[in-house]
Structure formats: structure tokens, C-alpha cells
């Protein structure tokens, strides 16, 4: 008999010694399916217990994606559950034996049964499977990806059959099993037989259901079959991009939408103001909230012959959107750099959100060129609104002309925005900070962004060394080490005032000491441009 990696064929047990089938094999491990093996052993004790298999998995109030995860789940349970004096016990029928059906066994029971730890009663509970049991056509799937050769087969023989007999919204219903079974060492057979089954379903658009289903597999499957038969126009497809919420989904509508736009410039770079169909089909793209499916609408915006829709994604708050509309001005012509300066040279009150931004990521060639953006950018540094001022720092550090002289001040800003990415832009220049200037702004009276940046910018000078211990400052090194720490130890009422602090003795179920002062304070940044 054949076997697979070292294990009896039949009995899915390691030859020669009784035991199952150790890691390594579908038997021992999880198989990356999120199986639930706690969950799984109480859901075949209540099987045992008498309770129907559909009840005692829930089944009758959770969505796909949970019901093909319990499936799973009971598959792993009993086998780990450690009570085969309760599971059912069957043996293959000799040929020209009985047949099976005399020997009925209730539906909970097969269950068990087609789950067992031992290969020939998975293989018996396999051949007891007929008509009439379709609520076990999941436990079928999986048993087409079992670790024992002859339970395989027999599953792969028998579930084309089944399938042709139901109806095609149960066999949709199985395809999120189908999709997790596929993530196993042997599961591929399983996955490409729905997927040949799912293309001669009759009467109905199998993608639509997959669409809907609650299971993300099953939606990204849907979503493949959508875009592969190429049934559904432009806006169905931008539509269906601008409501979806994964981003593998997104990327394949938009994807597909941008091929299915007709061409109204080509590469020839003429506007065509009204080309058939295209509105229609690039507004829910430009109106949705995923960015990258907004920087498809920006880019489908060339194909259609309108770069004059482009401009106010110049100031779209995703860097990728205002990338996208940038090349499509330039495919037309239009230089969008003087459009950014425009908008930060204006009177203060109409400088908009990201100009700055904006203007620093054009990056324009030439030093007289930067030279002057720069200059612009300088003067933004004064505005009165400080998400303005912080935009403009940005510009700078993209624009590469971020100089510490004129950025430093910047660290007592009282907008926490400002003070990030003043951090950020100095970072590249801490050797040319001065030390003692830092060292002031770490006051604890201070505001908590100006100490944090501080001492960020302490830690990218000194790295892993201590500057605190030499400077015998341990009172401010306590406390700015514990501070906003969860569960700081507090300072003890006698402990000395002054003078260095011993290092920690190393924890004793780790091992490590504990990490310098700085690195309480560095979890704060976050990016201004999101």
C-alpha cells in the first residue's frame, strides 16, 4: 500500500508505532486555516453528546466565513479531543460485502466519524455518504486534502457526484471550505474542482453570490471570476471598486475599470471634453474613500481626455492621488508646479492644506528653481495656521532644502503638528544640534511634544548611550523614563536625589534590561500627511 511522509496509508498513524501523525502532516497542525482547536473539541464533545451537528456548531446564526471556519475547527477538535471510546468505530466493506446503506449511521455520528483520527474509519465513514447527507459535503471537502492516500482518493472520487446533485446556492455555499482546504499541502485538487464547477453553474451568475458572500476569500474569488469573464461595463465596475473595502478588491475593479474606459486621447495628448460613457464611469472612482481607488479615477482621467478634472486632487490628502494628478497634467502640457505656488503665495487665509506639501513633492529640477520654491516655502513658516506651517516644513525636507538654522525654532512651535515634523526634518542633522538647547526643552514643566522631540533627537545623536548617566541628572532621568510608562514603578520617597542610577538587574523571565530613557518617548510620531 502507498503511503505519504512515513505514515500508514489507511490509519493516518505513523507506520510501526501506533501514535498519529506528528507535525509536520495535515493531521498535527493548524494549516494556517485560523482553526479554532478549544472550540473544535467542545463542539465534538456535544456531538457525541446528541446533539445535532448544525446546532452544536452554530450554525444556524453565524455567516459563511465563521461557518467554514467551525467546519475546519471540528476536523482539527475531535482528532486533538483524546476520547476515540466515544467516537464511532467503522470498517471498510469487503468487496462484494455488504452495502453500506444497510448499515445506516445517524447523521451525528458520521460526522464524528469522517472526522476520526483513524484513516479506515474516515475512509468507511466516506463510503457511507449519500444523498440526503448534503450537511456533511463540507467535512467531504476536507477530507479531499487528508493526509492518508486512500481517504483522499475516495473523498476525490465521490464529490464530483455530490456536487452535480445539489443545487448551485449549496454548492456556493461550500466554496469557503473549498477556499481553506486549498490553503493545504493538498488542498489544490479541492479548489480548482469548484472552480471548474463554478463555471457550469446553470442559471445563475456565480459571481454575483461570491461577491456578497461574508467570507474575504470568497469575496476576492467573486471578484476574480467578475473581472475575468468581462460581463459587467466601466461604472458597474468603478461602482463596485468604490464600495469595496478590501484593498486586493479594490485594486482588481479599478484595475479592470481603467481597461474596459474607452481611449478618447491615446497617447496623443488631445482633450476630448465629453467622450461617451466616461463621466459615469470615473465619478465613483474620484468620489470613493479607499486612495488608491481615487488615484485610479486621477489616472483614468489621461485615458479619458479630461485633465481638466485633475487640479483639485493636487490637494488630495493621499501623497499616490496627488502624484496621479500631477502626471496627468503633465501628460496634457501643464506644469503643475506653478499651480502649487500660486495657491501658497496667495493671501494667508487662502492657503489650502497641502499646497506645501504639494509644491516640495514637485521637486522640480534646476537649484535656482528650488532655491526659490524653498524661499516660498520659508515664508509659510510664519502662517498663522499651524497644520499650514507643518505642511510647509514638510515641503521643505521633501524639497531637500530642510536647514537646522531655520528649523530649529520650530521646536518650541505650540502645534504639535509643527514640532513632528520639525523632528522629522532635523533628524538627518543631529550631530549639528546643539546639545545644551535640547537638553533645556526636556524640562518637565514643558509641553509633553517639545520634551518628546527632544528627546528623539537626543537619541539619534547618542544611540544606545546613556547621556543622562554622565551628566549625573538621575532625578530627570527617572522620571522622564517612567513617564506615561503603563505601570511605572513609582519613585521611591527615599531614593537618593542626585547622582547616577545602577542599571537594573535583568528580569527574570526575560533576561533584558530595561531600554534606555528615550525610547519611552519615541511611539508618538505620526505622519501629518495621511
Known sequence: MDTDAGTDARTGTEAGTGTEAGPGTDAGTDTGAGTDTAAGVRMARRIADGAGVARALGLGHVDEQTAAGRWLALDFGVRRWGRPERLPTLAPQPPGGDDPGDHPL???????????????????????????????????????????????????????????????????????????????????????????????????????????????????????????????????????????????????????????????????????????????????????????????????????????????????????????????????????????????????????????VGLGECRTPGTGTRDADAAVLTALLAHPDGLVRADAVTGLRLLGRARPETLLPLIDDPSPAVVRETTRALLPFDDRLPDAWLRERLDPAGPDHRRRAAARLLSARYGDADPWAAGGLADEWWELSTEGSAGATPVPADRPAAGPTPPPAPQPESGQRRPPWWRILLPWERSTNA
Not at 158 to 163: I, K, V, Y
Not at 235 to 240: F, G, N, Q, V
Open 106 to 356: 445517524p447523521g451525528a455520528g458520521l460526522a464524528l466519524a469522517l472526522c476520526h483520527p483513524e484513516g479506515r474509519v474516515r475512509e468507511a465513514a466516506l463510503e457511507r455518504v449519500a444523498a440526503g447527507r448534503e450537511e456533511l459535503l463540507p467535512l467531504v471537502v476536507i477530507r479531499c486534502a487528508d493526509w492518508a492516500r486512500p481517504v483522499r482518493e475516495r473523498a476525490r472520487a465521490l464529490l464530483p457526484g455530490l456536487l452535480a446533485e445539489l443545487p448551485p446556492a449549496d454548492v456556493l455555499a461550500l466554496v469557503p471550505v473549498a477556499l481553506r482546504v486549498g490553503r493545504r499541502e493538498r488542498g489544490d485538487w479541492a479548489r480548482e474542482l469548484f472552480l471548474t464547477v463554478l463555471g457550469t453553474l446553470p442559471g445563475q451568475d456565480p459571481a454575483r453570490r461570491l461577491r456578497a458572500s461574508t467570507d474575504l476569500a470568497t469575496r476576492r474569488l467573486g471578484a476574480r471570476l467578475t473581472v475575468a469573464r468581462g460581463s459587467l461595463p466601466a461604472a458597474e465596475l468603478a461602482a463596485l471598486a468604490a464600495a469595496a473595502r478590501d484593498v486586493v478588491v479594490q485594486r482588481l475593479y479599478a484595475d479592470a475599470t481603467l481597461a474596459a474606459l474607452p481611449e478618447a486621447a491615446g497617447r496623443s495628448g488631445v482633450r476630448d471634453p465629453a467622450p461617451a460613457g466616461a463621466p459615469d464611469a470615473i465619478a465613483p472612482l474620484l468620489a470613493a474613500r479607499p486612495a488608491e481607488v481615487r488615484a485610479a479615477g486621477v489616472t483614468a482621467l489621461r485615458r479619458a481626455g479630461r485633465p481638466d478634472l485633475a487640479p483639485p486632487y493636487l490637494l488630495d490628502r493621499s501623497p499616490l492621488v496627488r502624484a496621479c494628478a500631477r502626471w496627468v497634467l503633465r501628460q496634457y502640457g501643464t506644469d503643475p508646479r506653478p499651480l502649487y505656488r500660486d495657491l501658497c503665495t496667495g493671501p494667508a487665509a487662502e492657503v489650502p492644506r497641502r499646497a506645501p
